[in-house]
T-cell receptor
Framework: GAVVSQHPSWVICKSGTSVKIECRSL??????MFWYRQFPKQSLMLMAT?????????EQGVEKDKFLINHASLTLSTLTVTSAHPEDSSFYIC?????????????FGPGTRLTVL | AQTVTQSQPEMSVQEAETVTLSCTYD???????LFWYKQPPSRQMILVIR??????QNATENRFSVNFQKAAKSFSLKISDSQLGDAAMYFC???????????FGTGTRLQVTL
């Protein structure tokens, strides 16, 4: 089946530093990748949608200069949290879909827990 | 815009019994898809079942089935013969046919007791 990995699985950083999270589709080429944020006991909130080779589309209220997304290849997307602050501490989940159209099921990564001290 | 509503924050079921999780949605699109995802304590999102809006027949996957009421915009999940491993957060989600992003409900936490 389609497998999506994320690295790291958890990270702790100091306030003001930047953190990069990688999302990889291991056995398929993902034309579209999604980044979600999930606070404790809450639902997944879509942050942005990225297509390979083009700029990401951010959801309303998400700061694109703070959450930098790069989808450089069909198997890799990265999310960089710049100048992280404690309020950025959350669980970040990526997903990848195979192709556009009706059957573009999203396959989810295992998530990355970010703690900003 | 799409909205998905799950009105049951928590549900409990005894092992081997049946439980139904509720979900309602709203969309102006005629072509859309509905999903139930399971998120166990590991936080890995797992697709449980999907339903295409154009299909009248309710989707079924082993012990999981849905009751899709299109006119009422209702999409409930029935879990039969509940098992301890079914304990998790369950999210209802929708997606339009022309876009690929998912809209999630707030989730229902399911407990399975002995």
């Amino acid at each position: 089946g389609a497998v999506v990995s994320q690295h790291p699985s958890w990270v702790i950083c100091k306030s003001g530093t930047s953190v990069k999270i990688e999302c990889r589709s291991l056995d398929f080429q993902a034309t579209t990748m999604f980044w979600y944020r999930q606070f404790p006991k809450q639902s997944l909130m879509l942050m942005a949608t990225s297509n390979e080779g083009s700029k990401a589309t951010y959801e309303q209220g998400v700061e694109k200069d703070k959450f930098l997304i790069n989808h450089a290849s069909l198997t890799l997307s990265t999310l960089t949290v710049t100048s992280a602050h404690p309020e950025d501490s959350s669980f970040y989940i990526c997903s990848a879909s195979v192709a556009s159209g009706p059957n573009n099921e999203q396959f989810f990564g295992p998530g990355t827990r970010l703690t900003v001290l | 815009a799409q909205t998905v509503t799950q009105s049951q924050p928590e549900m409990s079921v005894q092992e081997a019994e049946t439980v139904t999780l509720s979900c309602t949605y709203d969309t102006s699109e005629s072509d859309y898809y509905l999903f139930w995802y399971k998120q166990p304590p590991s936080r890995q999102m797992i697709l449980v079942i999907r339903q295409e809006a154009y299909k009248q027949q309710n989707a079924t996957e082993n012990r999981f089935s849905v009751n899709f009421q299109k006119a009422a915009k209702s999409f409930s999940l029935k879990i039969s013969d509940s098992q301890l491993g079914d304990a998790a957060m369950y999210f209802c989600a929708s997606r339009t046919g022309t876009a690929s992003k998912l809209t999630f409900g707030t989730g229902t936490r399911l407990q399975v007791t002995l």
